[in-house]
């Protein structure tokens, strides 16, 4: 199973974490996803759009870590922004989530951003039970980000996260989607 579809779900949570609490003047399409593991026999990572005619794309995905994911690993997400989406227009913008212990990294955000996010579509633990977070074998079916967690205005372009986790095993994924604010959308 690969922990990738969950993890680019949730680098897009990640990535906006700047502020909360109220609607979401934004809307989000996954455009792109892949992922990588140096060593599938410990940990497989797998990601996918799902595209249905026209409903808005999805994600689903696995992750599978076969070794504790603790203090010993370090993740990092690194988060660039292109205005039309061309590869050469990809600057590099100060909203990823510096090097830090997963441990670290999911109490800072699982509680509030990744759990709420993905709840109903994933096998994430609720909070407050028992090693929430410390399972390590994710199932994403189709999801969809409620958004969460993450700012109500988001400028708009497209977004490219590069998740990555090092430490015994080095894996992860890059996560590429685009932004739109609804204002835009209804026209005005
Ligand atoms: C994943 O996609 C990124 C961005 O397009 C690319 O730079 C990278 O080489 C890809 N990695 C793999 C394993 O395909």
Redesign the pocket.
């Known amino acids: 199973m690969n922990i990738q579809s969950t993890v680019s779900g949730i680098a897009a949570i990640l990535l906006l974490h700047l502020s909360c609490c109220s609607a979401r003047l934004w809307d989000f399409e996954p455009m792109?996803v892949?992922?990588?593991s140096a060593d599938e026999s410990l940990v497989q990572i797998h990601a996918e759009i799902v595209r249905k005619g026209r409903e808005t794309p999805s994600i689903s995905g696995t992750l599978d870590c076969q070794y504790p994911l603790d203090e010993t690993t370090l993740v990092e997400a690194v988060v660039y922004r292109s205005q039309t989406g061309s590869?050469d227009d990809y600057k590099l913008t100060p909203w990823g989530i510096p090097r830090k212990t997963f441990t670290e990294y999911m109490r800072e955000y699982y509680n509030n951003m990744i759990y709420p996010n993905f709840e109903g579509c994933s096998n994430l633990a609720k909070p407050g039970t028992e090693n929430a977070w410390s399972k390590v074998n994710y199932v994403f079916d189709e999801c969809i980000p409620t958004g969460k967690g993450l700012p109500e205005i988001v400028p708009e372009g497209y977004y490219?996260i590069?998740f990555t986790a090092t430490g015994r095993v080095e894996w992860g994924?890059?996560f590429?989607m685009r932004i739109v604010s609804k204002s835009n959308m209804m026209g005005y």
Request: charged share 20%; hydrophobic share 40%.
């Open positions: 792109f892949n992922t990588t590869e490219k590069q994924f890059v590429v």
